[in-house]
């Protein structure tokens, strides 16, 4: 059963970091995508990142490109969002995913996080 737990959300004002955790149970490193996506209300739900979990490699939709970092621990079965210069519009909630299709598409990943609500104030 896969499981994926996420922490390191938390309030910040515009111009500060964070950086957030996902730690997945019952998954296996080869062949398994993992991401970052993030859903803020009224909104859809967008890729932030996304990481191959054996490689290293990884893919930024345009718009997330320069500010967010993605990194793993392969060891660890965790993977990192690393966020600098935070802004307001950065307001969403964090999801953690996971799946066996190397995309940016929300579709295409199979489990998902509870998730983690980052707050950027101005």
């Known amino acids: 059963q896969v499981k994926l737990v996420e922490s390191g959300g938390g309030s910040v004002q515009a111009g500060g970091s964070l950086r957030l955790s996902c730690t997945a149970s019952?998954?296996?490193?080869?062949?398994?995508?993992m991401g970052w996506f993030r859903q803020a209300p009224g909104k859809e739900r967008e890729a932030v990142a996304v990481?191959?979990?054996?490689?290293?490699?990884?893919i930024y939709p345009n718009s997330m490109k320069g500010r967010f970092t993605i990194s793993r621990d392969r060891t660890e079965n965790t993977i990192y969002l690393q966020m600098n210069s935070l802004k307001p519009e950065d307001t969403a909630m964090y999801y953690c995913?996971?799946?066996?299709?190397?995309?940016?598409?929300?579709?295409?990943?199979?489990?998902w996080g509870q998730g983690t609500q980052v707050t950027v104030s101005s």
């Open positions: 995913a996971a799946g066996r299709r190397w995309s940016i598409e929300v579709k295409d990943y199979d489990y």
């Open positions: 019952g998954v296996r490193s080869s062949g398994t995508y």
């Open positions: 990481i191959d979990i054996a490689s290293g490699s990884t």
